[in-house]
């Protein structure tokens, strides 16, 4: 099956730093999204982003999807950014997501 | 606020309890999902319904049955369940079909433990 690899898992920043995180996939996709868990639990949608970039704020993303890898930046980032960051692949058949393992992402003051 | 809503949003039961998850839509989408999330663990696909009916069980125990009678609701009915299936249940909907495929909004989540 489909095979979803984010780097790097864990990630460790002073706040006021930038960070890239990847998500390497290993079959052409129809779209992918990425999606911040906050420590309650809560999946937040950040990008749906089938190819091309996106900017929202601080966050953007970008999607290569002929060289299957997608790149999700955070500029001078906040404490409440920690969480784990996942990125997910709409399969073709039926929207099915498939997740990556996440980025662990802890923000220190 | 995401137009998904689950309830309760948190479930402590017996092994031999029975009990049951919902979660309703507001966003006019025709697919439903049931993902189950153990311990800062991805999320793992468990039931998704196209138009009320299931389209993928991905070989969940019979002890979780859903059940889904519209489009917008959709139910997760619990019975005899393990201590292993503590864990955080997300419900997502999406706008499906043949050609598109639209991004999956979710609830917060109901945590469950199993005493």
């Known amino acids: 099956g489909i095979q979803v690899e984010q780097s790097p898992p864990d990630l460790i920043l002073q706040e006021g730093a930038n960070s890239t995180l990847r998500c390497n996939f290993s079959d052409s996709v129809n779209n992918l999204q990425w999606f911040h868990q906050n420590p309650w639990g809560q999946l937040i949608n950040l990008f749906y982003?089938?190819?091309g970039t996106k900017q929202n704020g601080r966050l953007s993303a970008t999607t290569v999807a002929t060289e299957r890898y997608s790149l999700l930046y955070i500029s001078s980032s906040q404490t409440t950014d920690s969480g784990v960051y996942f990125c997910?692949?709409?399969?073709?058949?039926?929207?099915?997501?498939?997740f990556g393992q996440g980025t662990e992402l802890s923000v220190k003051p | 606020e995401t137009g998904v809503t689950q309830t309760p949003r948190h479930l402590v039961m017996g092994m031999t309890n029975k009990k049951s998850l919902k979660c309703e839509q507001h966003l006019g989408h025709n697919a439903m999902y049931w993902y189950k999330q153990s311990a800062k663990k991805p999320l793992e696909l468990m039931f998704v319904y196209n138009f009320k009916e299931q389209t993928e069980n991905n070989s969940v125990p019979s002890r979780f049955s859903p059940e889904c009678p519209n489009s917008s609701h959709l139910f997760l009915h619990l019975h005899t369940l393990q201590p292993e299936d503590s864990a955080l249940y997300l419900c997502?909907?999406?706008?499906?079909?043949?050609?598109?495929?639209?991004?999956?909004?979710f609830g917060d989540g109901t945590r469950l433990s199993i005493l």
């Open positions: 997502a909907s999406s706008q499906s079909g043949a050609r598109v495929n639209q991004p999956q909004h």
């Open positions: 982003i089938p190819s």
């Open positions: 997910a692949l709409i399969y073709n058949q039926g929207g099915k997501l498939i």
